[in-house]
């Protein structure tokens, strides 16, 4: 048997130990792993930033909750859909607990839409499944989506923010109509579940 050196760096590795230089070699392609990574996942969120798949707080506009029923755009008799006069609609509706206002809404198909919301007392979700409308609504802003729907058909809205015990009955609904035939619809009609 041969005899070891007294110097334990001169020793050879026992079995199972990597050999000082293999691991840095290891550790150093792993660093540049991790920063091709980094580097691919930041251009993503810029580039999705830049094309505007990412979609910041539409605008940062202030309302008090305590007198939004009482004048302005949120007034009872505003509530509802609007038809602007470039032919657009807007939507407009307060979140309350454990509501919306009013509860349904119809709007035109191949129109562009607005919908603007505010919410009278808690933090309260705005979600239209299956489009682009995802939104917070919070008490003391209006919040604002913009949306097209290419086609007649109808929409449960759920509240998807937790506002409290009741938050699971909060449910609204979008009737999207043809476009030729939302001009023949009273205003009381547009804010109405009853079935035509």
């Known amino acids: ?20 230089p293999v691991v840095i070699r290891t550790e150093e392609r792993w660093l540049m792993v991790m920063a091709a990574l980094l580097v691919v996942m930041m251009a993503v969120i810029v580039v999705t930033g830049v094309t505007g798949a990412l ?42 607990q454990y509501a919306f206002v009013p509860r349904c809404v119809h709007v035109p198909a191949d129109t562009p839409v607005k919908f603007r919301l505010t919410s009278a007392d808690v933090v309260h979700g705005f979600l239209l499944p299956d489009t682009n409308v995802n939104t917070m609504v919070v008490a003391g802003f209006v919040a604002e989506v913009r949306t097209r729907f290419a086609r007649a058909g109808e929409y449960e809205m759920p509240c998807h923010e937790f506002c409290g015990l009741g938050h699971h009955a909060m449910w609204a609904h979008v009737s999207v109509v043809p476009k030729d035939r939302f001009p023949a619809q009273r205003p009381r009609e547009r804010t109405s579940c009853a079935p035509e």
């Open 1 to 20: 048997m041969a005899e070891l050196p007294s110097d334990p760096l001169q020793r050879p590795l026992p079995d199972g130990i990597v050999p000082e």
């Open 55 to 96: 979609h910041p707080a539409s605008n940062v506009e202030v309302i008090d909750p305590q007198t939004l029923h009482l004048g302005g755009e949120f007034v009872e008799s505003n509530l509802g859909t609007a038809i602007e006069p470039d032919g657009s609609a807007t939507v407009r509706l307060i979140a309350v």
